[in-house]
C-alpha cells in the first residue's frame, strides 16, 4: 500500500531540536544582527570564545564590540561594506575577547532571507584560527631568520675573502671597520690588539658613535681573564668588565686568537637594547641571534690576523737582515727605486747615507766573530733609535750599512749622520768580563737630484765620499758635494 503526502510524518520540530543541538555544541561563534546591525542573537559557542553573554548584549550595536588595538581597519571595513551590500564575504580578522584576549578568526558574512526573498539579518560564523595563525607567523619568523641568516652568510663570505686579501694590518682593519658596520649595524664596537709588553691592550680600529678606551688592561676584561667569548646582558649572574661604562647596555667580549694565542679583543656593545627600558625577553632573543654572528666574525677575523702575521713574517724574512733586523739589500733597492720616483714627481727631497764600521776586519780578527757579531746588533739597535720612520736604515752586508732618508734634505742628512756618528763613538759595549775598544764610523751622504736620479748613481757617489772620509782618518762624515752643491771631485 503506497504511503500518500499526507501520510508522512512531521518531521520539522526534529529539525528545529537538531539544529538548536548543533548551533549548542558547535565551538565556531555565530552571530545574529539585524538590518541595523544589531544584536538580535549569539549561540553559546560565541559566549564561550567572546565571553559576551546573550542577555547583556542583546540589542546592542554589533559594530566595534569585537575590536581591539590592533584590529586591521582594512578588514573591518570588508566587514563593513559587505553589510551594506548584503553581500557573502569570508576573511581572516583579529578580534577581541571581553577580557582583551586577542582571537584571531576566519569569519564568514552572510545575508539571511525569509521565506519571500526579503532581507531580514545578517548571520556571522567565526572560527578560531589562532593556532594556525600563531604557526603561520612562526613559519614566516623562521623562513625570515633563514633569509637573514643566509644575507649574513652571503656577507660573511664576501668579508672573509676580503680579510683573507689584506696584505697588512693596516689593510685588514680598515676592512674590519666596514664589514663589522655591515654585518651587525645596531653594534658600537672596537678592535684591541695586544701590545708588545702584553700588559695593555691598544685599540686598533672602531665603529659607531660611542667614544672608546684608547687603551684597556687585560686584567678589565672578563673574556681575556677566564679565556673565552664573554656576553653581558642575558644572564641571571653577571658582572661587567672594568673597561665598559655603564651596567644597562649589552655587549661581548670576543677573543682574537692567532696561532693558539689570544693577540686581540674583539668588543661589540648594543647601546640601542638599552635593559633599562627594554623587556629581558627581547634584549635575550636579539643578543641571541647577534651571539653566532659575532663568534663567527671573531673566528674571522682571528684567522685573517693569523694570515696577516704569518705573511709578514714570511716577508720580514724575506726582506730583513736576521742579525740586526734590519731591512736588507733586496728591500733597500726595490724602496729605493720607488722613493726617487715620488721625489721625482713631487719634487721633494730625498738623501742617502753610506755607512761603514771602521776597522770591523781586524776587529773581528782581534775580538773573534761572537765579538763581531754584537758590534753589528749594536750598530743596527742605534740605527734604528736614531733613523726612525719614515726614514730606513739597512746593512748591505759585513759591516756596510745604509740609510735611506725620504724628505730630507742634504744638510738635514749631513746633520743626522753627524748626530749618528757620535753617538756610535760614545758606545760603551760590554763583553766578557771587560768592554769592547770604541766602536767608531765613517759616512758619506748624497742627495737627489745633484747625485744622480738613479739608485745606483746615489749609491755609488755615497760610496765614494764614504771612500774621502775613510782617507781622511775615518770616524767623520763626508758630504759627495762640493761647496757649490755640485758633485765634489773624485
Known amino acids: ?43 553559546t559557542g560565541f559566549e564561550r570564545m567572546f565571553g559576551h553573554r546573550l542577555e547583556n548584549i542583546i540589542g546592542q550595536p554589533a559594530r566595534g564590540l569585537l575590536d581591539g588595538p590592533d584590529t586591521d581597519p582594512a578588514a573591518r571595513d570588508k566587514v563593513l561594506r559587505a553589510i551594506e551590500g548584503r553581500e557573502t564575504l569570508t576573511v581572516d580578522i583579529l578580534h577581541y575577547s571581553a577580557s582583551g584576549d586577542p582571537i584571531w578568526v576566519d569569519k564568514t558574512l552572510t545575508p539571511i532571507f525569509d521565506e519571500n526573498g526579503n532581507h531580514t539579518h545578517h548571520m556571522s560564523i567565526n572560527r578560531d584560527i589562532s593556532k ?15 633569509e637573514q641568516r643566509q644575507h649574513e652568510r652571503k656577507l660573511l663570505s664576501q668579508v672573509s675573502e676580503w680579510l683573507y686579501s689584506a696584505k697588512s694590518l693596516e689593510e685588514l682593519l680598515k676592512v674590519v671597520q666596514k664589514s663589522m ?49 664573554y656576553s653581558y646582558g642575558t644572564r641571571a649572574i653577571e658582572f661587567p668588565c672594568t673597561h665598559v661604562e655603564g ?15 689570544t693577540i686581540g679583543l674583539l668588543h661589540l656593545a648594543f647601546s640601542a637594547f638599552d635593559r633599562s627600558i627594554m623587556s629581558r625577553e627581547m634584549v635575550e632573543t636579539f643578543l641571541q641571534q647577534r651571539w653566532e654572528l659575532g663568534l663567527l666574525c671573531a673566528e674571522q677575523i682571528s684567522l685573517a690576523v693569523a694570515n696577516v702575521q704569518l705573511r709578514q713574517e714570511l716577508m720580514d724574512q724575506s726582506v730583513r737582515d736576521p742579525l740586526t733586523s734590519l ?12 722613493e726617487i720616483g715620488r721625489a721625482r714627481r713631487q719634487g721633494s727631497a730625498l738623501s742617502l747615507i753610506s755607512l761603514d764600521v771602521d776597522h770591523f776586519k781586524k776587529f773581528n780578527d782581534h775580538h773573534g766573530h761572537d765579538a763581531g757579531d754584537i758590534v753589528l746588533r749594536e750598530v743596527g739597535a742605534l740605527m734604528r ?37 757620535i753617538a756610535l763613538s760614545e758606545l760603551e759595549l760590554a763583553y766578557g768580563d771587560g768592554k769592547l775598544p770604541r766602536i767608531t764610523a765613517s759616512a758619506g751622504v748624497t742627495s737627489y737630484p745633484a747625485c744622480g736620479d738613479h739608485v745606483a748613481d746615489m749609491l755609488k757617489h ?16 763626508v758630504s759627495a758635494l762640493g761647496d757649490e752643491g755640485q758633485i765634489a771631485a773624485e
Open 385 to 421: 733609535e736614531v733613523f726612525t720612520p719614515p726614514l730606513a736604515p739597512c746593512r748591505l752586508g759585513g759591516e756596510e750599512f745604509v740609510a735611506l732618508l725620504p724628505s730630507l734634505d742634504h744638510a738635514a742628512a749631513l746633520e743626522i749622520a753627524e748626530r749618528f756618528r
Open 1 to 43: 500500500m503506497t504511503q500518500t503526502q499526507d501520510d508522512k510524518p512531521d518531521r520539522s520540530e526534529d529539525h528545529r531540536r537538531y539544529a538548536e543541538l548543533t548551533l549548542r555544541h558547535i565551538l565556531d561563534a555565530v552571530l545574529v544582527t539585524d538590518l541595523a546591525n544589531d544584536i538580535v542573537w549569539v549561540n
Open 132 to 146: 594556525r595563525r600563531k604557526m603561520e607567523e612562526k613559519t614566516r619568523e623562521v623562513m625570515a631568520n633563514e
Open 327 to 338: 731591512w736588507n739589500r733586496r728591500w733597500f733597492l726595490d724602496a729605493a727605486h720607488k
Open 462 to 477: 755615497a760610496d765614494l765620499a764614504l771612500y774621502r772620509a775613510k782617507d781622511q782618518g775615518r770616524n767623520r762624515v
Open 247 to 261: 651596567e644597562d647596555t649589552p655587549y661581548f667580549c670576543l677573543p682574537i686568537i692567532a696561532h693558539g694565542e
Open 181 to 229: 658596520y655591515t654585518l651587525i649595524p645596531e653594534s658600537e664596537g672596537q678592535l684591541y690588539i695586544y701590545s708588545n709588553s702584553r700588559d695593555t691592550l691598544d685599540l686598533e680600529t672602531c665603529w659607531g658613535d660611542h667614544e672608546p678606551h684608547k687603551h684597556i688592561d687585560a686584567e678589565d676584561c672578563w673574556a681575556l681573564r677566564r679565556g673565552r667569548a
